[in-house]
């Protein structure tokens, strides 16, 4: 009976090898994980314990991580992604773009980008790319250009279409610019004011400007 649980073993391995490249892997791995530990619960619950007041205790302690967590996931419930905002446009990329689209994005916005359907520029599985140290370089210097032909210059160089903006790209933004209250980041003032982007998609978290380097 030892070995009865050895192809859920297998599979929580597979899926965590499988999780360190594509980041959906994780939802499986946690089934099978939630999977293990309600029979492990189960067992213990059977189990016969020399003193009541062990066994109490022990469930006592177990129930109240379950209840640390619960509350722990409540509270951060508003700073999960995506949140109905960004899975609007993450619909809108998947339906509304072009087939071939390449979005420039934050990198953790680049999985979303992925999941639509699309071409990303850099994402969270940056380490695996081949030429990351350089994509990590060019996406920083897209944020903070040090005029419009350098902008435009890196759009071009990776055939971007869209460039993605949301808040943790604006934090990336307007982190490094020192900028006066009324003044915009150079990308940001491009993005607005510039003929060859115009805006495609906005809610109050995320905008989507195409780029049109013909303009």
């Not at 695996?128 to 944020?143: A, G, H, L």
């Amino acid at each position: 009976s030892k070995y009865k649980y050895n192809y859920s073993y297998i599979m929580i391995v597979l899926l965590f090898i499988f999780s360190l490249y594509f980041a959906f892997a994780l939802i499986y791995l946690n089934l099978f994980l939630i999977f293990l530990a309600t029979i492990g619960l189960s067992e213990l619950i059977k189990r016969k314990f020399e003193s009541q007041t062990i066994k109490y205790l022990v469930l006592l302690i177990l129930s109240c991580g379950v209840i640390f967590d619960s509350i722990s996931y409540a509270s951060s419930h508003e700073r999960l992604s995506p949140t109905i905002r960004e899975a609007d446009m993450i619909s809108f990329v998947r339906d509304r773009t072009l087939s071939n689209a390449v979005i420039f994005s934050y990198y953790k916005s680049g999985n979303w980008i992925s999941y639509a359907q699309k071409t990303n520029v850099i994402d969270s599985n940056l380490l695996y790319t081949k030429d990351y140290y350089v994509r990590w370089v060019d996406s920083n210097t897209i944020f903070h250009p040090s005029g419009v032909a350098e902008l435009k210059s890196l759009l071009d160089k990776y055939r971007i279409d869209y460039i993605w903006i949301d808040k943790k790209s604006q934090k990336t933004i307007y982190a490094k610019d020192n900028l006066a209250s009324d003044e915009l980041p150079l990308l940001i003032y491009t993005l607005k004011n510039d003929k060859s982007f115009r805006v495609v998609f906005r809610n109050f978290e995320v905008e989507l400007y195409r780029y049109n380097k013909n303009q």
